[in-house]
């Protein structure tokens, strides 16, 4: 039997900073390992991957497999998923993007003699995952994120049918333990079809290879149904 050919991943992971001065930023706490994890799962089973990441404490991924495109800003790793979305066969947004950002950047560290209270003015990012189809075009398997505290099925079904992904993953970060700069998730996968499944608490590693093996198939499957 031939083996499956190898397909292109692109994988967005971390956080992303938006700046506010030369020393200050808003982030979140994201620490990148699930979309790391991804990354290295995707390439241990044969495949090429870009792999998008905002700054995260971990070593660049060995694999050759693997090509690391580091950003910081929202806008930088939107540009750099546009760039690369056309060569993608299966997109993975992973990313805790920062979803607002400052109206204005101060070129200057802002000195707290210069003001009491500090308003910020802010606005909303660019919705990498939520441009994906329609403003980049993206005709490959896509596969969303969803980190909810509460109601996680009713709200990662609503943004996965408003960000037309085929696959959305869902975590109850209200759970200690898993999750945002966790070892270990549990998430839930809904499919774009009405399906759902559960992937029991497990270390980021594990889950990533079971995700990417439930990823390709399906990603297979979808390729075979859109060229007949
Ligand atoms: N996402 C993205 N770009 C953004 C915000 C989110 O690509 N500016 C992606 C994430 O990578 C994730 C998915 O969208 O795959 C869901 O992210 P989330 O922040 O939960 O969704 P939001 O649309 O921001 O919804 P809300 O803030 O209402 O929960």
Not at 196 to 225: G, N, Q, S, W, Y
């Amino acid at each position: 039997m031939t083996p499956a050919p190898t397909l292109h991943f692109l994988i967005t992971a971390g956080p992303t900073r938006e700046p506010i001065d030369p020393v200050r930023f808003i982030s979140n706490r994201s620490s990148g390992k699930m979309g790391y994890a991804l990354a290295e799962a995707a390439a241990g089973a044969g495949h090429e991957v870009d792999l998008i990441s905002g700054p995260v404490a971990i070593p660049v991924p060995a694999d050759p497999r693997i090509r690391l495109v580091p950003v910081e800003s929202t806008r930088q790793m939107y540009e750099a998923v546009k760039a690369r979305l056309g060569e993608a066969d299966v997109a993975i947004m992973a990313a805790a993007v920062a979803d607002y950002r400052p109206v204005q950047v101060s070129s200057q560290k802002v000195k707290k003699s210069q003001q009491g209270d500090w308003v910020l003015h802010l606005q909303k990012t660019e919705d990498i995952l939520g441009s994906a189809r329609e403003a980049l075009g993206f005709a490959g398997f896509l596969v969303g994120f969803a980190a909810e505290t509460e109601n996680l099925e009713a709200y990662a079904r609503e943004k996965m049918k408003r960000k037309r992904c085929d696959l959305m993953v869902a975590n109850d970060v209200s759970q200690p333990g898993i999750g945002f700069d966790s070892e270990e998730n549990e998430v839930w996968l809904f499919h774009a079809d009405g399906g759902c499944e559960r992937l029991p608490r497990a270390a980021k590693t594990v889950l990533a290879r079971e995700l990417v093996r439930i990823i390709e198939r399906l990603a297979r499957d979808r390729m075979r149904a859109t060229s007949t």
